[in-house]
């Protein structure tokens, strides 16, 4: 009796890519032997020669990265768009914004219409996209992408005193008579002012970028503005060089910068720091706008309980600043109420990025 054959395990079966079918069609009309493209996938002669038979489709196929194979079911159109997603979700990582399902889902639709418009198509062609639930997982699988949790303060957050400060403040600026020209916000953050982004989406034959040396040299910058936006106070940047080396190379004057100049050895804000830059730079400013827009000379100045910021500030002011009035964050709010955390420092974190990135690759 002949020994039965062993059933081959189709759920283990290799599966290529169009881009990866190509490559391999390459290599073979560059000389290599069938059974040494074979040895190196690790997979049976057959298969590979099957993808050389149909060399010539699979050559002149424009599909999206990660389709295994070609069908006339599948648009051109939807190959593009899911070209151009891809592309999409690389910027907003860049930018450092979240994406869901629902918002790629939503995305793709946008796409397809735009190209549907702007494309002339067959009847075929224009089949209808509804970018489910099942086509979102294939195209997961064939691209690589992949979720992550963003970490963050906002899970140890004090909703409850959040919501009551809200109200609370809310009725201390009326009754106060606190216009929101009068109302000032201020909050530090640190940047990492040479280090490029830590994440990249990378295609999914790759299994990792070559190493590099993260740049860890870091500064802290305070900004601050009023909240109806029309008065954005000179910001405040401690570093841990007073007189950087470019800066005698190019004889730059401090008091010149768009920022009040400031040095420690660890480039934090401290409480002196912090007094000097409320009462040279802060106070002026405010002065200047409130005379300039015809306002009672008073203010309030918001802000968390950060250890730069002294909660007794109001006492330490001379009658000369005695118009700033101070009100503090209840603690472990800020990451719910802080303006500033309200995409105004991230914001300006991505534009810095982008103008880094522009500087180094024009």
């Known amino acids: 009796m002949a020994p039965?054959?062993?059933?081959?395990?189709?759920?283990?079966?290799?599966?290529?890519s169009v881009a990866l079918k190509k490559e391999i069609i390459a290599k073979y009309e560059n000389g290599i032997r069938v059974?040494?493209?074979?040895?190196?996938?690790?997979?049976?002669?057959?298969?590979?020669?099957?993808?050389?038979?149909?060399?010539?489709?699979?050559?002149?196929?424009?599909?999206?990265?990660?389709?295994?194979?070609?069908?006339?079911?599948?648009?051109?159109?939807?190959?593009?768009?899911e070209k151009l997603l891809l592309i999409w979700i690389n910027e907003k990582q860049l930018a450092g914004d979240s994406v869901s399902e629902a918002i790629i889902c939503e995305k793709a639709k946008n796409l397809y219409n735009d190209l549907l418009t702007q494309t002339p198509s067959t009847s075929a062609d224009?089949?209808?996209?509804?970018?489910?639930?099942?086509?979102?997982?294939?195209?997961?699988?064939?691209?690589g992408i992949h979720s992550v949790i963003r970490h963050g303060e906002a899970s140890s957050?004090?909703?409850?005193?959040?919501?009551?400060?809200?109200d609370e403040f809310?009725?201390?600026?009326?009754?106060?008579?606190?216009?929101?020209?009068?109302?000032?916000?201020?909050?530090?953050?640190?940047?990492?002012?040479?280090?490029?982004?830590?994440?990249?989406?990378?295609?999914?034959?790759?299994?990792?970028?070559?190493g590099h040396k993260p740049m860890k040299d870091r500064l802290t910058l305070?900004?601050?503005?009023?909240?109806?936006?029309?008065?954005?106070?000179?910001?405040?940047?401690?570093?841990?060089?007073e007189n950087?080396?470019?800066?005698?190379?190019?004889?730059?004057?401090?008091?010149?910068?768009?920022?009040?100049?400031?040095?420690?050895?660890k480039a934090w804000v401290t409480r002196t720091l912090f007094m000097d830059w409320l009462t040279e730079v802060f106070a002026p400013a405010v002065k200047n706008y409130l005379q300039e827009m015809d306002l009672p000379l008073r203010c309030l100045?918001?802000?968390?309980?950060?250890?730069?910021?002294?909660?007794?500030?109001?006492?330490?002011?001379?009658?000369?600043?005695?118009?700033?009035?101070?009100?503090?964050?209840?603690?472990n709010t800020t990451p719910l109420l802080q303006p500033m955390d309200q995409q105004v420092i991230s914001n300006f974190k991505k534009l810095y990025t982008k103008a880094l990135f522009t500087m180094h690759f024009q």
């Open 126 to 143: 224009r089949q209808d996209f509804k970018a489910s639930r099942g086509w979102f997982d294939r195209f997961r699988r064939r691209t």
């Open 222 to 241: 305070l900004f601050c503005a009023n909240a109806s936006g029309d008065l954005k106070i000179k910001p405040l940047l401690v570093y841990n060089a």
């Open 157 to 166: 957050s004090d909703e409850k005193a959040a919501k009551a400060f809200v």
């Open 4 to 16: 039965k054959k062993e059933k081959s395990d189709s759920g283990n079966r290799k599966r290529f």
């Open 301 to 331: 100045l918001l802000m968390d309980n950060a250890p730069a910021h002294p909660p007794n500030l109001e006492d330490d002011l001379d009658s000369e600043h005695d118009f700033i009035k101070v009100k503090f964050l209840p603690p």
């Open 35 to 81: 059974s040494d493209i074979a040895k190196e996938y690790n997979v049976a002669k057959s298969t590979i020669s099957t993808i050389i038979k149909n060399k010539k489709a699979f050559k002149a196929a424009e599909v999206a990265k990660g389709v295994n194979v070609i069908s006339k079911q599948r648009s051109k159109v939807l190959d593009e768009v």
């Open 170 to 210: 809310a009725e201390f600026v009326k009754s106060e008579g606190y216009v929101w020209n009068q109302v000032f916000n201020c909050d530090e953050t640190g940047l990492f002012w040479k280090r490029m982004p830590r994440r990249t989406y990378i295609t999914q034959e790759e299994k990792a970028l070559p």
């Open 244 to 265: 950087p080396r470019a800066f005698k190379s190019k004889n730059v004057i401090k008091s010149k910068l768009p920022v009040q100049w400031k040095a420690n050895s």
